[in-house]
């Protein structure tokens, strides 16, 4: 059992290589890891020991009736929830009791499989979105990602890398939105999950968080806790024997599940995070759609994460690229050396730059009349006129 909760380590270790966004990650790396280490401790406490425990009369085997109680759906009753005469919430007589007033519990022997489904589900768009990335970014990194190696071997991949943007540029769109449909998958299945969870505790699960903070605030002479609700410490199971003369005998039985003291900790935390991750990846979402439709939010991003690009040359490549593009060169600058992705970047802008000048020879014209001017003029104004003359030869 130790070596499969070690071998959760490797859902979390520190990759360097990044191919997604941080709110992604804890999709499918942290929270798939608090999964199966739920869906392990749970099956621990389920098959190692007595998950359940029954009193009955010395009539009946004991462990008849806790396998039996166990299998099979145990109940309270919901109108000693609030019965100051019950020693237990939801514990009382059943005689003369409507079958309306039960309330069933027949998950916990499902909470491990569901914890364990519940992981796969949440590892689903990262599976999908490494399929579709197909190990781009690793191929293009060369191992830029270090930066020491020989100045003509850096040479060389730097041209290669440069080539290969400037040879597919604007061909990325199609790959980007495949991230951005897994990021928006990602959300579906946290808030699909809640609802199913919801589901799955016979709907009491949505509001579960919010009763549990009012039963903190609430004075405790007239609080009920919601969790005992949910996950009860206590219930009553019937188990229907045949007597000595044929006839069947109705035996009521207390039952113990000291699982739900694990079950309901592990719930309330998931209620919790599940709402923290629903928001984070829904203002993730609101903020994808602005990067699709405001190339000038493109730039700012770029200049505020890329401090060593210049500005001018943030602006040629995003005008000249696409909203797919960008998000290739933004996923390259989170993996590369910054140096060196300074310098591809730069060089891109340039032959961008000379590109766009190329197709408009009016503009070209014009600037070479200036660079003229500039060198045709007296040393003194080319010293005052320096900056303005260098900047246009960039």
């Known amino acids: 059992m130790l070596d499969i909760f070690r071998g959760l380590k490797n859902l979390v270790k520190i990759n360097h290589l990044h191919i997604d966004s941080p709110v992604f990650r804890l999709h499918h790396s942290i929270t798939v890891m608090l999964l199966i280490g739920f869906s392990l401790i749970v099956t621990t406490r389920q098959y190692v020991g007595n998950p359940i425990e029954c009193l009955h009369t010395k009539e009946i085997p004991e462990d008849i009736v806790n396998t039996f109680c166990w299998i099979h759906t145990t109940y309270t009753l919901k109108s000693y929830y609030n019965n100051s005469k019950s020693p237990y919430p939801g514990v009382g007589p059943s005689s003369n009791v409507q079958e309306k007033d039960k309330k069933l519990y027949k998950y916990y022997q499902w909470v491990c499989f569901c914890l364990f489904f519940q992981a796969i589900?949440?590892?689903?768009?990262?599976?999908?979105?490494?399929?579709?990335?197909?190990?781009?970014?690793?191929?293009?990194?060369?191992?830029?990602?270090?930066?020491?190696?020989?100045?003509?071997?850096?040479?060389?991949?730097?041209?290669?890398?440069?080539?290969?943007?400037?040879?597919?540029?604007?061909?990325?769109?199609?790959?980007?939105?495949?991230?951005?449909?897994?990021?928006?998958?990602?959300?579906?299945?946290?808030?699909?999950?809640?609802?199913?969870?919801?589901?799955?505790?016979?709907?009491?699960?949505?509001?579960?968080?919010?009763?549990?903070?009012?039963?903190?605030?609430?004075?405790?002479?007239?609080?009920?806790?919601?969790?005992?609700?949910?996950?009860?410490?206590?219930?009553?199971?019937?188990?229907?024997?045949?007597?000595?003369?044929?006839?069947?005998?109705?035996?009521?039985?207390?039952?113990?599940?000291?699982?739900?003291?694990?079950?309901?900790?592990?719930?309330?935390?998931?209620?919790?995070?599940?709402?923290?991750?629903?928001?984070?990846?829904?203002?993730?979402?609101?903020?994808?759609?602005?990067?699709?439709?405001?190339?000038?939010?493109?730039?700012?991003?770029?200049?505020?994460?890329?401090?060593?690009?210049?500005?001018?040359?943030?602006?040629?490549?995003?005008?000249?690229?696409?909203?797919?593009?960008?998000?290739?060169?933004?996923?390259?600058?989170?993996?590369?050396?910054?140096?060196?992705?300074?310098?591809?970047?730069?060089?891109?802008?340039t032959k961008l730059g000379h590109h766009h000048l190329h197709h408009m020879p009016g503009i070209k014209g014009k600037m070479e009349n200036i660079l003229k001017l500039c060198f045709t003029k007296s040393t003194s104004t080319l010293e005052r006129n320096h900056q303005e003359c260098y900047f246009v030869g960039q």
């Not at 599976?127 to 100045?151: F, H, Q, T, Y």
């Not at 719930?267 to 759609?289: D, E, N, Q």
């Open 121 to 349: 589900l949440f590892y689903t768009p990262r599976w999908l979105w490494k399929s579709w990335e197909g190990g781009k970014i690793r191929a293009l990194m060369m191992d830029l990602d270090v930066g020491i190696c020989s100045e003509i071997e850096k040479k060389q991949k730097k041209k290669l890398l440069l080539d290969y943007l400037w040879e597919n540029l604007r061909f990325h769109n199609w790959w980007a939105y495949k991230y951005y449909f897994c990021e928006l998958l990602a959300l579906i299945n946290v808030v699909g999950q809640m609802f199913l969870m919801d589901r799955f505790f016979d709907g009491e699960f949505m509001k579960f968080g919010i009763k549990v903070i009012e039963f903190m605030e609430s004075d405790q002479e007239d609080r009920i806790d919601p969790m005992i609700f949910i996950f009860p410490r206590m219930t009553k199971c019937t188990f229907y024997k045949y007597g000595v003369s044929g006839e069947v005998e109705k035996h009521d039985a207390m039952c113990i599940l000291p699982l739900n003291v694990v079950n309901e900790k592990i719930y309330i935390f998931l209620w919790f995070w599940f709402i923290i991750l629903a928001i984070l990846t829904g203002i993730t979402c609101i903020y994808r759609i602005i990067i699709i439709f405001s190339p000038r939010m493109r730039v700012y991003l770029l200049r505020m994460r890329f401090r060593l690009l210049r500005k001018d040359a943030i602006e040629i490549i995003v005008r000249r690229s696409k909203m797919g593009d960008w998000f290739l060169f933004y996923m390259l600058g989170e993996n590369i050396d910054s140096v060196i992705y300074r310098d591809v970047m730069q060089d891109l802008a």
